[in-house]
């Protein structure tokens, strides 16, 4: 008998399930203390619900709470803004936020069912450091999409050079360097600044 190979199967989303005590009472802490958005939920009372951070979807599920060696790990964009935000709201703070050796920035937080959470963001400083030499280049930008970067670099937390050595580099390879939540502030972004014109619009540039 030949025994039969590992699938070759690709998983596309994963999702966590939760047993909690009282669905909507967690809902309304994943939503307001937490920085999660509702999806859905089922049944009347709900029996279950799902809550959205960014495009993923965790479960809470009516239940026993089993928080014992039970943790659930996100990684997100910005770990340090959606901890000041957390911290804010009075969620209990397991580990404060810190660069681990595992290459990502996170902290970790108890829910009110008493499950451990980690939220953290991936390093981009690891490996050892590259000397080098910075010129001065003669570069004039247009004016709105100058702004834009000084408050992209900002956001980032980043200066103006390393923001665009960035950018330049990710584009020599060919992807982009932003994360979905960078390209969500930079369409706010574009819309603060007045930036209504497209990314071919450069050939098209005249000075006044």
Known sequence: ???????DVDCEQQHAS????????????YTRKLGFRLGFTDGEPPDMAGVNLGEEQMFLAIGTP????CSVYFVVNNADE??????ANGVEI????GDRPYGLRDYRVRDLNGYLLAFGHRLFNEGPAIEIERVDVPVRLEKRLARLLHDLAAYKRMSLASC???TLLHTLEGVGPHTKGDLRHIQMLKQKHG???DSHASYRFVER
Do not use: H, N, R
């Open 1 to 7: 008998m030949t025994a039969l190979g590992t699938p």
């Open 18 to 29: 939760l047993a909690v005590e009282d669905v909507m009472a967690a809902v309304e802490f």
């Open 66 to 69: 089993s928080p014992k060696g």
């Open 82 to 87: 959606l901890y000041e935000f957390q911290a």
């Open 94 to 97: 397991v580990q404060p936020p």
């Open 164 to 166: 665009l050595e960035e």
């Open 195 to 197: 930036i209504d014109y």
